[in-house]
Structure formats: C-alpha cells, structure tokens
C-alpha cells in the first residue's frame, strides 16, 4: 500500500494490482437503508423515497468510508444518498437539462467548441450522484462499441481542427484498460490530435482504478495528458486518493479539479476554499466551478446566481489566484462555457 507522504517515491507502476478495482466496483452499496446502517443513520429510513426516487443508489465502499458516523448533513451523503425533495416538481427543472443527449447518444461524439472534440467513451459511472443530468438516462451499457468509435474516430480524423480529443461520459474510466488501448489504437494515425483530456471521477470515489495497467497505458501515450477529476468537497480526498493522483502525475498528466457548487454540500467559502487547498495537496489545481444543471429531481441542489458570484469573491479573497476556479454555467449554443 502506498501512500502519499512528501518525498515518496512514485511511479506510474505503482500501488494497485490490475483489475482489482472492477470487484470493488460490483461490490459498491446499494441499497440505502444498508447505507444509512453503515453510518449510524438507520433512524433516517422512514425518509427514504419509494424505489430511490427513480435514480438507483450507487457509492463505492470506500467512499463511503469517507463520511462521518451519524452526521445527516455529511457532505458526501448528500451527494449520493435519494432525498424524498427529488420527487418535488420545480419550474424549469427539465428531465433533459443538457438539450442535446439524443444527439450525444446517437453519435457518441460532441464536437460544440472550437479545437476540442468530446467522446461519449462510456454511459457507465462507478457512483450515481444525485445531481447529475444521467438520472434520466441510467445507460448502463457501453456505448463505446467498437463500431461507435470507428465513426466518433473518422469524424476527428477528417478535422483537421481538433487538436485535443476529450473522453467523458458517464466516466471513461469505467471502461476497461483494454477498451482504452483499442481507442488510443485508433488515435495514432490522427496526427493533428496532440492532447488527450480525461474526464473522470473514478480517481476520486475509485482511486484503485489507477492501477498499473492503466498507468501503463497513460505514461506510453505519445500525447499531451490533462486529467480533470471531479470532487465537490475536501473530505473527498484521502490517502487513497492522493496516491492515485500521484500515479497519474507520475504518468505525465496535467491534474485539474471541476466540481458543481451544490447547496449543502459546498455553498460556503470555507468548504470551497478548503477544497482548493485539499486538491492542490495532491497536485490538482481548480479549473471550473459550475452551476447546476436544471434536472428534474435536483432543485433542492441550487444556488442562485448572486449567491454564487458572492461565494465566488470570498473565495478569491482569502486563496491565491491560481487555487480560484471559473465559475461557469453551461448554455447549450454557445462557443464556450458561460462565465458567471
Ligand atoms: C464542456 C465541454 C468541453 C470542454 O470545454 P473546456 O472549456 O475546454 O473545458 C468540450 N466539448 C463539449 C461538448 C463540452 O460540453
Ligand atoms: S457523470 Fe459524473 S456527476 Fe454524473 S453520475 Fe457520473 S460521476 Fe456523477
């Protein structure tokens, strides 16, 4: 077992054996009231939504591991445990948030912004977070098949203006290294491609993904690498965690940090700046804050907009400029994400 003291030496080739974190990912908590016992929180399971509110629980164990004993507020429970508030109507809270997804799933390929193309690689996540636009769309398989990826691939290589390949999902990294390397296959004889962006939030709830194999894999790229993990709250990072993205360092990439300002969760200065500083400790830096996405299920979730940009400046007044993220929310149509 690693871990990620200053000065350890680390290499790509270190920590997990290959493929172990795939039983870890089937072991994962389902079930609610299991969740709430683990925790101490039994007494809560009268509030339980019928049938998790349409949206199955999903967490890793060691994620679970992360929360407080007894604490209904912990911000990681929050995050994944089914609320009775999801069944709420709210205005303008849409099963289709994002616009787009028929589109996405069709193609499995989203090229919006000038030079980046982006990749459904999977439909899969290792943990169901309760915020997410994928609520309405549990695509369990893969949408990656081959056959997918062959049109996705054309489609980049006969754009001479893609410079950077962008693998999202769901979470690209529940598929397997194996799947990975078929894709990366297909890259090479797409030269004006020079960056590989990860998205990914299995470093942070599966930190045991990064194993060798798959490091491996990362470190022979002869690619640029940027990793944006996605965490909402410090107490998301452990020593797990930290070895992980030091794994992922030592493996060439870029470390960057997205997280969604979450009512609850994170919408304090101080759990924001504690955030900043958490991942900058396992050498992540900040790179977006968004605003929520309006899906049905997650009102309970929002932060108005003058909150935010309130949020946002103390943050900035108490953190270096480089450990300040860009507050953003996305509109479907525009050249970028919206800077709020
Ligand atoms: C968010 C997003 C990107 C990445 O945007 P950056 O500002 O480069 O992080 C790229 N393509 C699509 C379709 C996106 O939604
Ligand atoms: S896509 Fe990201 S935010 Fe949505 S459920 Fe998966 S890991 Fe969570």
Same mark, same amino acid.
């Given at each position: 077992m690693i871990t990620a003291s200053p000065g350890a030496r680390i290499t790509p080739d270190s920590g997990v054996p290959a493929g172990d974190w795939r039983q870890l990912w089937r072991e994962s908590v389902t079930d609610a009231s299991e969740l709430l016992a683990l925790l101490g929180l039994s007494r809560l399971a009268a509030q339980l939504p019928p049938a998790d509110a349409g949206f199955a629980l999903r967490v890793p164990r060691g994620f679970v591991a992360r929360m407080r004993h007894?604490?209904? &507020?912990d911000p990681l429970l929050l995050q994944v445990l089914p609320q009775l508030a999801e069944l709420d109507e709210a205005p303008g809270f849409t099963a289709d948030a994002v616009g787009d997804l028929a589109a996405r799933e069709a193609q499995g390929v989203l090229h919006k912004y000038r030079g980046r193309a982006l990749l459904?690689?999977? /439909?899969? +996540?290792a943990i169901n977070c !309760?915020? +997410?636009?994928r609520r309405h769309f549990p695509y369990g398989e893969e949408m990656a098949a081959a056959g997918q990826w062959r049109k996705a691939l054309e489609h980049v290589r006969d754009d001479a203006s893609i410079s950077e390949l962008i693998l999202s999902g769901g979470d690209p990294?529940?598929?397997s290294t194996a799947k990975l390397e078929e894709l990366s296959r297909g890259l090479a004889d797409i030269p004006h491609v020079t960056r590989l962006r990860i998205h990914t939030r299995l470093p942070v709830v599966l930190p045991e993904r990064i194993d060798a194999a798959f490091t491996h894999w990362l470190a022979a790229l002869p690619l640029q690498k940027v990793v944006v993990l996605h965490a909402n709250h410090a107490n998301e990072f452990d020593a797990g965690v930290d070895a992980a993205c030091a794994r992922l360092r030592a493996a060439g990439a870029t470390l960057l940090n997205q997280s969604v300002l979450l009512h609850g969760v994170n919408d304090d200065a101080d759990a924001l700046a504690a955030l900043s500083e958490r991942m900058f400790g396992a050498g992540v830096l900040p790179y977006y804050l968004h605003q929520l996405d !309006?899906?049905? /299920?997650?009102? &309970?979730f929002e932060v108005d907009d003058a909150r935010a940009l309130a949020l946002l400046e103390a943050v900035r007044a108490r953190l270096p400029g480089y450990l300040v993220p860009k507050l953003v929310r996305e509109i479907g149509g525009e050249p970028s994400k919206r800077p709020l």
């Open positions: 007894d604490d209904p &507020h459904i690689a999977s /439909g899969s +996540c !309760r915020y +997410c636009f990294l529940a598929l !309006r899906v049905q /299920g997650a009102a &309970h």
